[in-house]
């Protein structure tokens, strides 16, 4: 099925450890996100990326870095995992940068930091 | 700054029930506005949208009527059903720039028999 596509759905880190979230897209969308998701709080900007080879900062970049691999591929590494990371992760795309189009969300991953 | 602010869940209904879920924001220029719901477990999947004053999104018995004199986007539905339970997020996109989206913190609804 067309749509985003999230790896791993669960993931449980020890405190200082890293990881890359992967993120895929097949619907030839122009612009990717991540957004992390904390009770009470709705969903938080990371990153995103406007186009292919471009990236920028959101709401809450700290202790994240993300990856435009090519078009289709959006990864978000936390290089030293710590306690509030704890979350959510949902990654997005949209077709255009600028735009009215709504987002197509993938599944989650969630991450537990102990 | 620019916000969203959603009433406090849960809302808890009968089948058939009528909803409300209060949506008012704060923002400069003129937004976009959404409305995305989350079933459990699954992302978000986007409901309904307006895209400027006065118009009103609908889809699957949902409507949202866009009020740029109280700065607000409640979300409407005659009669719910079960399979409506789920988290609903109100959302804005700023006038000009990137398409980046601001969220409500959700509330979540849950129908019953």
């Known amino acids: 099925n067309a749509g985003v596509t999230q790896t791993p759905k669960f993931q449980v880190l020890k405190t200082g450890q890293s990881m890359t979230l992967q993120c895929a897209q097949d619907?030839?969308?122009?612009?990717m996100y991540w957004y992390r998701q904390d009770p009470g709080m709705g969903l938080r900007l990371i990153y995103y990326?406007?186009?292919?080879?471009?990236?920028d900062k959101g709401e809450v970049p700290n202790g994240y870095n993300v990856s435009r691999l090519n078009k289709r591929e959006f990864s978000l590494r936390l290089e030293s995992a710590a306690p509030s990371q704890t979350s959510v992760y949902f990654c997005?795309?949209?077709?255009?940068?600028?735009?009215?189009?709504?987002?197509?969300f993938g599944s989650g991953t969630r991450l537990t930091v102990v | 700054g620019n916000s969203v602010t959603q009433m406090e869940g849960p809302v808890t209904l009968s089948e058939e029930a009528f909803l409300t879920i209060n949506c008012t924001y704060t923002?400069?220029?003129?937004?976009?506005l959404f409305w995305y719901v989350q079933y459990p477990g699954e992302g978000l999947q986007l409901l309904l949208k307006?895209?400027?004053?006065?118009d009103k999104g609908s889809n699957k018995g949902f409507e949202a009527t866009y009020r740029k004199e109280t700065t607000s986007f409640h979300l409407e539905k005659g009669s719910v059903q079960v399979s409506d339970s789920a988290v609903y997020f109100c959302?804005?996109?700023?006038?000009?720039?990137?398409?980046?989206?601001?969220f409500g913190a959700g509330t979540r609804l849950a129908v019953h028999p």
């Open positions: 307006a895209t400027k004053a006065d």
């Open positions: 923002a400069t220029g003129y937004p976009s």
């Open positions: 997005a795309s949209s077709e255009l940068a600028v735009s009215n189009y709504g987002y197509t």
């Open positions: 959302a804005l996109r700023l006038s000009g720039g990137y398409n980046k989206l601001i």
């Open positions: 619907m030839n969308h122009n612009s």
């Open positions: 990326s406007a186009s292919e080879g471009t990236t």
